[in-house]
């Protein structure tokens, strides 16, 4: 397993970070994952084993259960607390009230307590918005999570699903009014979805923040169980089809990786997080399971190397279209290139 640092900080997190989805299962979530106590402690202690000391939870995850049996696997199995980076974030509804949902400075200083209530800690590595909330003032939200972090409750605040204009003027923010700034940003990302390209990659690289992959297997589509002639019969995108894919493109890329694949014999799954593995940007993979064996197979991941032909070919057959700006900045920007 190797460590990178976290955006512009002397953190140090694992490539691959256990994602906990699949943890509980309340309300929605039950098409993601219903796994017990039991199961939850024997992924834990898999992952921390394999070298994983990065774990990523939210609190609307089953309705605030996936964290609480977090923190109960990492009590119950003795994990070094302090030896972990834990994740989570707040944005979603955690009840029926005006005021139990968004990022409100009431809201978010009232679910971070909850949050360290359910995970057993008193503090959490890495706090982070889960959206953007359209009503609440920026100024607002980074105010409160620089509060938690003054406080010592938060070492790091984050954001997730936010466009690259969004994040740009939260730093603005932050760099003005003297408050904590965000180190990361978690998004989706896959070698069948890599609309983060376009905007966000190159402000990431810009602003030297992490980036936290989720759904690297485009919620089960690359796992290798899907193709163009098998129907989906089974599996998570049978009763919760995100997030939204092209499946023509994506089969067509799937083609590709199982010929690398069969070459190196590897699984499918594993050449599509390899593939986010070798992308510079990218801080760390999100991997959920819904047993040890799958998480096994994603765990291997690591000592997968794609040589130069294998990139291209990956490149060519997922690559986007062009897109305007992107094409004229390319264009005119061809004789200052460093």
């Not at 140090?12 to 402690?41: H, Y």
């Not at 291209?312 to 057959?317: A, G, H, I, P, Q």
Request: glycine content about 8%; aromatic content about 6%.
């Amino acid at each position: 397993m190797k460590y990178k640092l976290l955006g512009n900080t002397g953190l140090k997190v694992s490539e691959l970070c256990l994602g906990t989805m699949t943890f509980g299962g309340r309300g929605i979530w039950t098409a993601i994952g219903t796994l017990p106590q039991e199961e939850v402690n024997a992924i834990v202690k898999q992952s921390v084993d394999a070298g994983i000391n990065f774990i990523d939870t939210a609190n609307v995850y089953s309705e605030g259960l996936s964290e609480q049996m977090t923190g109960t696997a990492i009590r119950q199995l003795g994990i070094d607390r302090d030896g972990l980076v834990i994740a989570t974030k707040v944005r979603g509804a955690m009840g029926k009230g005006p005021n139990d949902t968004g990022l409100s400075r009431k809201h978010i200083l009232q679910q971070v307590d909850e949050s360290l209530k359910r995970l057993q800690t008193d503090y959490i590595d890495l706090y982070q918005i889960h959206g953007f909330d359209p009503q609440t003032p920026m100024e607002e939200v980074l105010h409160a999570l620089d509060m938690l972090v003054n406080n010592g409750k938060v070492r790091y605040i984050g954001c997730s699903n936010h466009a690259a204009w969004q994040i740009m003027k939260a730093l603005g923010i932050s760099e003005l009014k003297g408050y904590t700034k965000f180190v990361s940003l978690q998004a989706y990302y896959t070698i069948a979805g890599r609309d983060l390209e376009r905007e966000i990659v190159p402000m990431l690289k810009d602003q030297k923040l992490g980036l936290m992959v989720w759904s690297p297997l485009a919620g089960g589509l690359l796992s290798g169980k899907y193709s163009r002639e098998a129907e989906m019969t089974e599996g998570r995108r049978m009763n919760f089809d995100f997030p939204p894919v092209n499946k023509n493109k994506a089969f067509d890329i799937v083609d590709v990786m199982a010929e690398i694949a069969a070459t190196k014999d590897v699984s499918v799954a594993q050449i599509a997080l390899a593939w986010l593995l070798h992308q510079p940007v990218v801080t760390s993979v999100i991997i959920g399971a819904k047993n040890t064996v799958q998480l096994d197979d994603n765990l291997k991941a690591i000592e997968v190397r794609l040589n130069s032909e294998e990139l291209t070919k990956l490149d060519e057959v997922s690559k986007l279209a062009p897109e305007y700006p992107a094409w004229m900045i390319e264009r005119q920007g061809a004789d200052r290139q460093a």
